[in-house]
């Protein structure tokens, strides 16, 4: 059990919540973070999009960070899930499941998001392996390759569009009627896109490598790659909820900018405020959200 106070808490181990404890750090700011080590890109083979690190495992990018943070005697790193925060008049009390309780001038949420995937069978087989919810996270290992998009909204067409800059060979399943108006359907026609309606019934896989959908008809077709639209991802936590932070109409945590809130001394960055930042996204707000909270720091400690 770790009990002491200290400029700052960090919820979440990200390369948001990361890269914030690496700035504070160098700041000379007293820093605890707190991960529970179950990210949302944990069911991935690789991660992509990060400059230097391109392929890299997502737990190899975490062990890398934690093993330069080591160097910074003033930030602490506990495994561990935070079960409540509570503000208490100029300071917030955070407290884990394992009774660990810090007091801290300032909190980062960088808690991100989990994903709710549809409930059809052998989806959980290939997702994070051969379907994705990222296409630029993963298209690019499966461009030109037999590829089925996944799901029904009203910016469908835009999605289908997307999908197709990797693969020409592509498939649209929307498990019911299309949200597409007759102008759009004749487009996907024009490129050679099959649209199907049927409901998906399983995906076929061999050791998480997709091979086919089957449909409830009886159809089967080959597939090697999918994306979801919808992963279904909702808030991992919702303590920023109790502070005070509401969800805006995407149900993200409405911040301010450099990821400030209506609550003072409490900020959200990544997911949990945008939805989607990708893993340089985050860090990139990570970095932001450190500088601009130093400078409070500063200003009032003058």
């Given at each position: 059990?770790?009990?002491?106070?200290?400029?700052?808490?960090?919820?979440g181990?990200?390369p948001?919540?990361?890269?914030?404890?690496?700035?504070?750090?160098?700041s000379?700011?007293?820093?605890?973070?707190?991960?529970?080590?179950?990210?949302?890109?944990?069911?991935?083979?690789e991660?992509?999009?990060?400059?230097t690190?391109?392929?890299?495992?997502?737990?190899?990018?975490?062990?890398?960070?934690?093993?330069?943070?080591?160097k910074?005697?003033?930030v602490?790193?506990?495994r561990?899930?935070?079960?409540?925060?509570?503000?208490?008049?100029?300071?917030?009390?955070?407290?884990?499941?394992?009774?660990?309780?810090?007091?801290s001038?300032?909190?980062?949420?960088?808690?991100?998001?989990?994903?709710?995937?549809p409930?059809?069978?052998?989806?959980?087989?290939?997702?994070?392996?051969?379907?994705?919810?990222?296409?630029?996270?993963?298209?690019?290992?499966?461009?030109?390759?037999?590829?089925?998009?996944?799901?029904?909204?009203?910016?469908?067409?835009?999605?289908?569009?997307?999908i197709?800059n990797?693969?020409?060979d592509?498939?649209?399943?929307?498990?019911g009627?299309?949200m597409?108006?007759?102008?759009?359907?004749?487009e996907?026609?024009?490129?050679?896109?099959?649209?199907?309606?049927t409901?998906?019934?399983?995906f076929?896989?061999?050791?998480?490598?997709?091979?086919?959908?089957?449909?409830?008809?009886?159809?089967?077709?080959?597939?090697?790659?999918?994306?979801?639209?919808?992963?279904?991802?909702?808030?991992?936590?919702m303590?920023?909820?109790?502070?005070?932070?509401?969800?805006?109409?995407?149900?993200?945590f409405?911040?301010?900018?450099?990821g400030?809130?209506?609550?003072?001394?409490?900020?959200?960055?990544?997911?949990?405020?945008k939805?989607?930042t990708?893993l340089?996204?985050?860090a990139?707000?990570?970095?932001?959200?450190?500088v601009?909270?130093n400078?409070?720091l500063?200003e009032e400690d003058?």
């Amino acid at each position: 059990m770790i009990q002491k106070t200290v400029d700052v808490v960090i919820i979440g181990g990200g390369p948001g919540g990361l890269n914030a404890a690496l700035v504070l750090g160098r700041s000379r700011r007293s820093v605890v973070l707190i991960d529970a080590a179950h990210p949302r890109n944990e069911v991935t083979y690789e991660s992509h999009g990060f400059l230097t690190r391109d392929g890299i495992k997502p737990f190899e990018l975490r062990e890398l960070a934690h093993e330069q943070m080591k160097k910074y005697s003033n930030v602490t790193l506990i495994r561990g899930v935070v079960k409540d925060v509570l503000k208490e008049k100029q300071q917030f009390k955070t407290m884990t499941e394992t009774e660990d309780v810090i007091f801290s001038r300032k909190v980062i949420f960088a808690t991100g998001l989990k994903e709710d995937i549809p409930s059809i069978e052998g989806l959980q087989d290939v997702y994070g392996k051969t379907v994705f919810s990222c296409p630029y996270c993963d298209a690019w290992e499966h461009r030109d390759q037999p590829i089925v998009l996944i799901g029904n909204t009203k910016q469908l067409i835009h999605q289908i569009r997307l999908i197709y800059n990797w693969s020409k060979d592509l498939i649209v399943a929307t498990n019911g009627p299309a949200m597409l108006n007759q102008k759009e359907k004749l487009e996907l026609n024009d490129h050679n896109i099959r649209l199907i309606e049927t409901p998906i019934e399983k995906f076929k896989s061999q050791n998480s490598m997709l091979e086919h959908v089957v449909f409830t008809d009886g159809e089967m077709i080959h597939r090697k790659a999918g994306f979801i639209i919808n992963t279904g991802a909702t808030q991992a936590s919702m303590l920023p909820q109790k502070l005070g932070v509401k969800l805006n109409e995407k149900h993200a945590f409405e911040t301010q900018e450099h990821g400030k809130t209506k609550v003072s001394g409490l900020f959200i960055i990544g997911d949990a405020a945008k939805r989607f930042t990708g893993l340089i996204g985050a860090a990139s707000e990570g970095y932001e959200t450190a500088v601009f909270l130093n400078k409070e720091l500063v200003e009032e400690d003058w």
